[in-house]
């Protein structure tokens, strides 16, 4: 990961690609559970 490699802290990570900190932790926290990110979406008719 970018950020781990890097040795950057989260704080700093999500204000260098301008995100809420809890949008991150929110998402990293869906991952490690095995969740999508998003969706799922309606089928299109």
Do not use: H, K, N, Y
Not at 31 to 41: D, L, S, V
């Amino acid at each position: 990961m970018i950020r781990v490699e890097a040795g950057m802290s989260t704080t700093r990570f999500c204000q260098l690609i301008d995100m809420p900190e809890r949008t991150w932790r929110r998402w990293q926290a869906r991952a490690g559970a095995g969740e999508p990110t998003r969706g799922p979406w309606p089928q299109p008719v």
